[in-house]
T-cell receptor, first 108, second 116 residues
Framework: GQNIDQPTEMTATEGAIVQINCTYQ??????LFWYQQHAGEAPTFLSY????GLEEKGRFSSFLSRSKGYSYLLLKELQMKDSASYLC?????????FGAGTTVTVRA | GAGVSQSPRYKVAKRGQDVALRCDPI?????LFWYQQALGQGPEFLTY????????KSGLPSDRFFAERPEGSVSTLKIQRTQQEDSAVYLC??????????????FGPGTRLTVL
């Protein structure tokens, strides 16, 4: 499989901002997705980037640099319900290759 | 409309038993994917259908794994002679069309398989 790297765990305080980084191999790249997954539930789609730059969607933003093989997901105004695993997924052709996920814990 | 549904949600099998996992994709979605997710890991690709055609089965771990989608909608993943290493969550995802510029895969809740 492809090497998709993201941190294992992050902790932040309610109301704060957290940035989750993701690096990947650039060969065959065809789009980058971020999914949120609560324990025991389906991954739910958060954002999609295929061109360089920042995509903003409410409290969530995602950035992509194709030349660097780098993306980040920015979570602003953190809420307790944001405690979840965040999966970075790169599409190569039609298949998604996922990172292992970053578990974000939001503390009061 | 309804999302992707999967059944059963939980399945416990004795080693050596055969199991069948069902996926109902979003209506009208052409593409269907199966993924395997081990505890603490991201999903790993198993197989891909475009309508009823299985175009890629490169991720299936062994010939004990078999998937079908005979009428281009519902899909079944079958695992024969289950082994303990098959224990995982099996996720199904569907998309309107594979490889489209903004095509997004939508996931079902998964089937958690435990092999004793």
């Amino acid at each position: 499989g492809q090497n998709i790297d993201q941190p294992t765990e992050m902790t932040a305080t309610e109301g704060a901002i957290v940035q989750i980084n993701c690096t990947y191999q650039t060969s065959g790249f065809n789009g980058l997705f971020w999914y949120q997954q609560h324990a025991g539930e389906a991954p739910t789609f958060l954002s999609y980037n295929v061109l360089d730059g920042l995509e903003e969607k409410g409290r969530f933003s995602s950035f992509l640099s194709r030349s660097k093989g780098y993306s980040y997901l920015l979570l602003k105004e953190l809420q307790m319900k944001d405690s979840a695993s965040y999966l970075c997924a790169v599409r190569y052709d039609y298949k998604l290759s996922f990172g292992a996920g970053t578990t974000v814990t939001v503390r009061a | 409309g309804a999302g992707v549904s999967q059944s059963p949600r939980y399945k416990v099998a004795k080693r050596g038993q055969d199991v069948a996992l069902r996926c109902d994709p979003i209506s009208g979605h052409v593409s269907l994917f199966w993924y395997q997710q081990a505890l603490g890991q991201g999903p790993e690709f198993l197989t891909y259908f475009q309508n009823e055609a299985q175009l890629d089965k490169s991720g299936l771990p062994s010939d004990r794994f078999f998937a079908e989608r005979p009428e281009g909608s519902v899909s079944t993943l079958k695992i024969q002679r289950t082994q303990q290493e098959d224990s995982a969550v099996y996720l199904c995802a569907s998309s309107y069309q594979a490889g489209g510029f903004t095509d997004t895969q939508y996931f079902g809740p998964g089937t958690r398989l435990t092999v004793l």
